[in-house]
């Protein structure tokens, strides 16, 4: 089985200060994504990665960071937290969408729970 | 471009009911895939199906089915005799070939309730 594991469940830091989520996966999956989710918004694409050092912003990637120097980690980061980062944070990863017709299922890790006081 | 709409936000149902969670995507790609996926509130989103464009027979697993027909651009998800661990919300995702990297497009959700 897939595992995808986020650091933590539950997050609580300061405006302004600089926030690391992290995200391990175990199945040597080159794509790996973070989102995040919001009530009635449903999930957002932040940014996503399909190599090592390798990054590509989604839809919503202002305020966001991401680095990715090794296969199995990526890691999402808030430059200077602000209270609207306040959200859930969801990590997935799959395998390589080499050609279409292997379009792979993305796996997603328990999540993250971020209040930014 | 892309797009998912799940027009339910919320639905409620006692237990042993039908329901049919509808998903409604637009694409310009001719071929793509549908997926859905569950999230229990325990926060992780569970794989359930994935679907490519060209496969229009509906599945059957146990409880649960799925309804895909590409007139209507539309891919719903019916449980039958509902459970109340079958409380979460769902997600109906889309990627297509003109995606970038398989990323996918998830609509909002649809929070189903299942009452005792």
């Known amino acids: 089985d897939v595992k995808v594991t986020q650091s933590s469940r539950y997050l609580v830091k300061r405006t302004g200060e600089k926030v690391f989520l992290e995200c391990v996966q175990d199945m040597d999956h080159e794509n790996m994504f973070w989102y995040r989710q919001d009530p009635g918004l449903g999930l957002r694409l932040i940014y996503f990665s399909y190599d090592v050092k390798m990054k590509e912003k989604g839809d919503i990637p202002e305020g966001y960071s991401v680095s990715r120097e090794k296969k199995e980690r990526f890691s999402l980061i808030l430059e200077s937290a602000s209270t609207n980062q306040t959200s859930m944070y969801l990590c997935?990863?799959?395998?390589?969408?080499?050609?279409?017709?292997?379009?792979?299922?993305?796996?997603f890790g328990d999540g993250t729970r971020l209040s930014i006081l | 471009a892309q797009k998912v709409t799940q027009a339910q936000t919320e639905i409620s149902v006692v237990e042993k009911e039908d329901v049919t969670l509808d998903c409604v995507y637009e694409?310009?790609?001719?071929?793509?895939?549908l997926f859905w996926y569950k999230q229990p509130p325990s926060g992780e989103l569970v794989f359930l199906i994935r679907?490519?464009?060209?496969?229009?027979q509906n599945e059957i697993s146990g409880r649960y089915s799925w309804n895909f027909q590409k007139s209507t651009s539309s891919f719903n998800f019916t449980i039958t005799a509902s459970q109340v661990v079958d409380s979460a919300v769902y997600f109906c995702a889309l990627t297509g070939r003109g995606s970038t990297l398989g990323r996918l497009y998830f609509g909002r959700g649809t929070q189903l309730t299942v009452w005792p």
């Open positions: 997935a990863s799959s395998r390589p969408t080499t050609s279409f017709s292997s379009n792979q299922p993305q796996h």
């Open positions: 679907r490519n464009s060209f496969d229009e």
């Open positions: 694409t310009r790609d001719t071929t793509y895939y």
